[in-house]
């Protein structure tokens, strides 16, 4: 039971190229996030998908677009990657935890941007 | 006024010492609330969650909540140097017309246990 992993951990791109980051969850879970995490910002929602076929916009949505694969993938795309994308990237499925859903965590993927 | 408030610290303490951490918040509309912890280049995992106001205990962690002042706390009994991390609060609400919840976090507190 790998729960949630992602590809790749680490990516340099220069401006205006583009990237897909890869995530995939193996606990049945029906909703996936993805954040960004940045030096005293901390984690900010990208984008999520309450369920297979659904996305929603998170609070910094521009710059971004996702795609809901399967149950188990939801990927990441930067179009035209800009310096201000340089952050850390976790995705997240949520499920339960007792009586309470919360989320678990991927080992993010580090973008950097020149 | 944002809606989760939390001292990033850095808090640096002797091992053994007694830690606490603390977020404040102005959403009444949270409903549980949790601790993740997040060791350098990881990702967050899940520590405790909370519901209802008052103490919960798991090992040397207590979570605390107190909703009337909107004020949450977790305390970390005889501190060991592998509970150095960031700790990040988070709160959950659910969305608007949904089942789902959405999660805020705090800004996390740098925590460094010293031998």
């Known amino acids: 039971n790998a729960g949630v992993t992602q590809t790749p951990k680490f990516q340099v791109l220069k401006t205006g190229q583009s990237m897909t980051l890869q995530c995939a969850q193996d606990m049945n879970h029906n909703s996936m996030y993805w954040y960004r995490q940045d030096p005293g910002m901390g984690l900010r929602l990208i984008y999520y998908?309450?369920?297979?076929?659904?996305?929603d916009k998170g609070e910094v949505p521009n710059g971004y677009n996702v795609s809901r694969l399967n149950k188990r993938e939801f990927s990441l795309r930067l179009e035209s990657a800009a310096p201000s994308q340089t952050s850390v990237y976790f995705c997240?499925?949520?499920?339960?935890?007792?009586?309470?859903?919360?989320?678990?965590f991927g080992p993010g993927t580090r973008l950097l941007v020149l | 006024q944002k809606e989760v408030e939390q001292d990033p610290g850095p808090l640096s303490v002797p091992e053994g010492a007694i830690v606490s951490l603390n977020c404040t918040y102005s959403?009444?509309?949270?409903?549980?609330f949790m601790w993740y912890r997040q060791y350098s280049r990881k990702g967050p995992e899940l520590l405790m969650y909370?519901?209802?106001?008052g103490n919960k205990e798991d090992g040397r962690f207590t979570a605390q909540v107190d909703k009337s002042s909107k004020y949450i706390s977790l305390f970390i009994r005889d501190s060991q140097p592998s509970d150095s991390a960031t700790y990040l609060c988070?709160?959950?609400?659910?969305?608007?017309?949904?089942?789902?919840?959405?999660?805020?976090f705090g800004k996390g507190t740098l925590l460094t246990v010293n031998p």
């Open positions: 998908s309450a369920s297979e076929g659904t996305t």
């Open positions: 909370t519901y209802s106001s």
């Open positions: 988070a709160m959950s609400e659910k969305w608007s017309g949904g089942s789902n919840y959405k999660l805020t």
């Open positions: 959403n009444s509309a949270f409903q549980y």
């Open positions: 997240a499925s949520s499920g339960l935890a007792g009586i309470q859903e919360t989320q678990y």
